[in-house]
Antibody, heavy 121, light 107 residues
């Protein structure tokens, strides 16, 4: 059974940092592009970042580029999102999601349940 | 960046009705378009990928069509469990983008 479990969310002050983790099981993690998608309270879905299956390429939405950094450890089946210089507008539920096909940035077929990040003083 | 615009923003229909949601891309995305269903408190669920391919396990009353810039999600014979928010997603570019969502309610 495919599972994605996020952790690391919490309350942080503006300008602070937080590190989110996504641990996966039930599939060969090293074969899949992975993404983070966020959803502000009462809002829609926003793609945040993605990383190639071998970790050699990363892409970010403009609003987080230079502040967020995505990495992965294929030996530990883990995806990490380092978030720095956090702003109030980064407040959201953060989901990790898997691309549908191996070695391809595709639609997201499996999602975690999300971890909440709140940026407030 | 490619912008995705959905319409309508909300729709209310009776069980058994057909519901159609449209999604328009600001630039062509070929067939790299997916549809998701999100119920309250849940993660999004993939319904359709490649514009018209039904994801495994999704009821056949859901269908998708379109290519380029204009896409449609159709729900034939609406069921009570279809009450949710539906999002389109383009994954043609290195920066995927979602539509703003369409809320489907049951009368």
């Amino acid at each position: 059974e495919v599972q994605l479990v996020e952790s690391g969310g919490g309350l942080v002050q503006p300008g602070g940092s937080l590190r989110l983790s996504c641990i996966v099981s039930g599939f060969r993690f090293s074969d899949y592009w992975m993404s983070w998608v966020r959803q502000a309270p009462g809002g829609g879905l926003e793609w945040v970042a993605k990383i190639k299956h071998d970790g050699s390429e990363e892409y970010y939405v403009d609003s987080v580029r230079g502040r967020f950094s995505l990495s992965r450890d294929n030996s530990k089946n883990s995806l990490l999102l380092q978030m720095n210089s956090l702003r109030a507008e980064d407040t959201a539920l953060y989901f990790c999601a898997r691309a549908r096909r191996i070695h391809s940035y595709d639609a997201f077929d499996f999602w975690g349940q999300g971890t909440m990040v709140t940026v407030s003083s | 960046a490619i912008r995705m615009t959905q319409s309508p923003s909300s729709v209310s229909a009776f069980t058994g009705d057909r519901v159609t949601i449209t999604c328009r891309a600001s630039q062509g995305v070929s067939s790299y378009l997916a549809w998701y269903q999100q119920s309250p408190g849940k993660a999004p669920k993939l319904l359709i990928y490649a514009a018209s391919s039904l994801q495994n396990g999704v009821p056949s009353r859901f269908s998708g069509s379109g290519s380029g810039t204009d896409f449609t999600l159709t729900i034939d014979s609406l069921q009570s469990e279809d009450s949710a928010i539906y999002y389109c997603l383009q994954y043609y570019t290195f920066s995927p983008a979602f539509g703003q969502g369409t809320k489907v309610e049951i009368k």
